[in-house]
């Protein structure tokens, strides 16, 4: 056959950017909710679909409260149906407040002088983490500012300096990022200091809005900042976390934002990001914003059920910036992680400071101010199963979030028996007497439900082997 040069031509026009501001505000323009379509667009989701922009566009224009009704409970329908009763725990740990940023929403932006500016030391970042370690973190988020401090080699030597503190039966099984873009180089180098998800959120995806908040230093170029994770991708990073800060623009805009960028890293890299986060502005110290685009409670509320049903698949994380009402809601529809006992000022974890935040020393307010073992004892009180699991990652199983959903079986063979082992580590070396007893009685009644999924006899066995002195172990 005659070679064809013309069939693979590639036209001449610049590629469209993946995200397209008219593009998506046409689809919100357009999208009209009717009972029917509603009704279809959550039925198609809870038959383990992804839903197109359009069909997003159709669930945040909802406003009729019956039909806002079934958005909620069909994500609390799929978060049953797929997700079972575990929530993983985490904790972040600021690293550094240094930042040549100047966010308009951030206690940590140059234009804020009252700002207590410091980076941990290596002997300071020790002691936190025997902290956290005391209190049985597994899992941590170091998060930075943007500063030329904080390089990708710095940011890999402290992520290697965390994995090697082991205090009694504490380690650090998982250390994710939440740091500046790198350059290609930089994410390789963090990749093999063996991270998890590397986390960067575009504050909002709206062009003409991340101007007015980003007006200096380098987070200023939006475009840099969308393809951050591009990069990683290319540095064979592929666990990445994206976000968006509600409250900058139109929140509708933003939750289609994300589901186009998750199609993106779909459609080129064959895997979605790992984790979605949804944080809301809070207070922080020098804050220079108005509150146009603040979002209310219900709609925070709709908008998490919305991501949940747009992107099944998709771990999510809730933070402790949430009221604990708020956390205790959305937690229903599918939120995969949370952390526990947060503290943001640096240096926290192991000096007992002021219990009131001083906000020019930290990033912004936080608002669940309860311990780990407090939340802990919460979780199981309703029935969720504290998990600190991080075998996947440990294992290679890349895209657990994907294979929970996908594989069907999966979560009854790994994710619930992984969750039963790490919480038995927690109640033998961490909690008090009465949270043991309601954990081991949630753990016979889980054991009870696994239907043979798992050898629930070799579970049986291994909790008795960590009772006896041994730990780590998984499926
Ligand atoms: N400097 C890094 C960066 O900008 O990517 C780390 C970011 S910061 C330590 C983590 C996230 O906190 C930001 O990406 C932003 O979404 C969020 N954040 C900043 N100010 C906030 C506020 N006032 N309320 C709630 N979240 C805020
Ligand atoms: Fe710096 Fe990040 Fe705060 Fe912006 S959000 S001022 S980059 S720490």
Not at 115 to 136: P, W
Not at 369 to 395: Q, V
Not at 470 to 475: A, G, I, N, P, S
Request: proline residues 4%; hydrophobic residues 35%; aromatic residues 10%.
């Amino acid at each position: 056959m005659k070679f064809n040069p013309e069939k693979y031509r590639i036209p001449d026009e610049p590629m469209k950017p993946f995200i397209d501001a008219d593009e998506i505000w046409e689809y919100i323009n357009n999208a009209k909710p009717t009972k029917e379509k509603v009704r279809e667009i959550i039925a198609k989701s809870l038959d383990k679909h992804r839903l197109n922009l359009e069909e997003v566009a159709t669930l945040v224009n909802t406003t009729d409260p019956e039909l806002v009704e079934e958005i909620l409970q069909g994500a609390r329908t799929l978060k049953e149906r797929i997700y079972g009763n575990r929530i993983v725990l985490f904790a972040p740990l600021y690293i550094g407040s240094k930042c040549t940023n100047n966010c308009q929403y951030c206690g940590f932006r140059t234009e804020n002088k009252s700002a207590l500016r410091m980076t941990l030391s290596d002997e300071e970042i020790v002691q936190e983490v025997e902290a956290l370690e005391d209190n049985g973190q597994k899992r941590l988020i170091l998060v930075y500012g943007e500063h030329p401090e904080y390089s990708a080699d710095y940011i890999a030597h402290t992520v290697k300096l965390v994995y090697g503190i082991k205090k009694g039966n504490g380690e650090i099984r998982r250390v994710n990022i939440n740091a500046a873009p790198l350059d290609i180089e930089g994410f390789r180098k963090v990749k093999e200091a063996g991270i998890g998800t590397y986390q960067i959120f575009q504050e909002t995806y709206h062009p003409e809005a991340y101007t007015w908040y980003h007006p200096s230093g380098k987070k200023k170029d939006y475009d840099w900042r969308l393809t951050s994770l591009d990069r990683a991708q290319e540095a064979g990073l592929d666990d990445v976390g994206i976000g968006a800060l509600f409250g900058l623009y139109d929140w509708r805009f933003e939750v289609l934002a994300l589901v186009r960028h998750t199609n993106h890293f779909e459609a080129c890299y064959n895997v979605g990001p790992h984790t979605i986060s949804f944080p809301r502005i809070k207070s922080a110290a020098g804050l220079n914003i108005t509150d146009k685009y603040f979002v209310s409670d219900d709609d925070f509320v709709k908008l998490v059920a919305i991501l949940r049903l747009a992107v099944p698949y998709t771990g999510m994380i809730l933070t402790a910036r949430e009221p604990i009402e708020i956390r205790r809601q959305v937690i229903q529809f599918g939120v995969s992680q949370i952390d526990g006992g947060t503290k943001l000022e640096l240096g926290s974890y192991h000096e007992s400071k002021n219990e009131q935040q001083d906000l020019n020393k930290e990033q912004f307010e936080i608002n669940d101010n309860r311990s780990l073992g407090e939340i802990i004892d919460e979780l199981i009180d309703h029935n969720y199963i504290p998990s600190f699991c991080t075998a996947c990652y440990r294992l290679g199983r890349t895209g657990e979030h994907f294979m929970e959903f996908s594989v069907p079986g999966f979560i009854k063979r790994y994710c619930t028996p992984n969750a039963i082992l790490t919480l038995t580590e927690y109640l033998v070396d961490y909690a008090d007497e009465n949270v043991k007893q309601k954990g081991y009685k949630l753990i016979d009644k889980t054991l009870a439900e696994l239907n043979g999924h798992q050898n629930t006899e070799e579970i049986k066995r291994r909790i008795e082997r960590i009772k006896a002195g041994e730990r780590d172990l998984y499926f």
